[in-house]
């Protein structure tokens, strides 16, 4: 499978370095980075294009304010892409009227997509394209198993991790914790990562975006060792 990730910075160089050590070997994964210094209202998207779009199947979008996901469409159309993930870490970077405007467009292009909220809450079940499930079962919301020795944790494998790669980070971190403090610990483990999503209050959730990633984290901790605390 051809990933391109459009990228503004750290953010999403993160994530692209995590995809490439984790993910499966016969992925590829371009980078298309865009200037941070976009308008709030794109009205002619080649002024701002790259000229060379690398061909891909899956395009990722992982810019850092409103006006990537306004050239979407342009790039999608220009790699060949089949489908689309636009993650919502931060409302800022895509209003849910605009996402509202990108699913009618890439639905008149035949084109899958899908906007986790945030991006380490994707899962295979959220699309029937096979390019957005395939990326999902390698990276999205976190998946561990737990091995326990004297009631702390000897060791966590990641089944699947965040997009981010925070998983890793907090499985490593877990390492000789007490297995009734290990859901609380992870979660300031994923603070101290740290997490990349905002911490505005979001109005569907009625809660930060980054305490939800959060959430979603200490939940496959508790599920890994929930054998072990039922003793």
Known sequence: MKILAIVQGNYGKRM?????KHGPGNWVVEVLEITSSLPTMIEEPSEFLPKNIPEADLVISLGEN????QLLPDIVK????RAVIAPVDNRAWLPPGLAKQLERTFHKMDVA?????????L?????NDPLIREFAHHFGAPELEAEVENDRVKGIKVVKSAPCGS?????????????VDA??????????YPCLATMNVDWQFQDTLMHRAGYFIKEAVKKALEKYLKR
Not at 16 to 20: F, I
Not at 183 to 192: A, C, D, F, T
């Open 66 to 69: 409103s006006g990537i996901p």
């Open 16 to 20: 692209v370095e995590t995809w490439k």
């Open 78 to 81: 220009a790699s060949g892409a």
């Open 183 to 192: 859901e609380e610990k992870s979660g300031i483990l994923h603070h101290n």
């Open 123 to 127: 899962q295979e079940g959220d699309s």
């Open 113 to 121: 997509v899908v906007f986790p909220t945030t991006f380490c809450t």
């Open 167 to 179: 998983t890793y980070f907090v499985a490593e971190g877990l390492k000789g914790a007490m297995v």
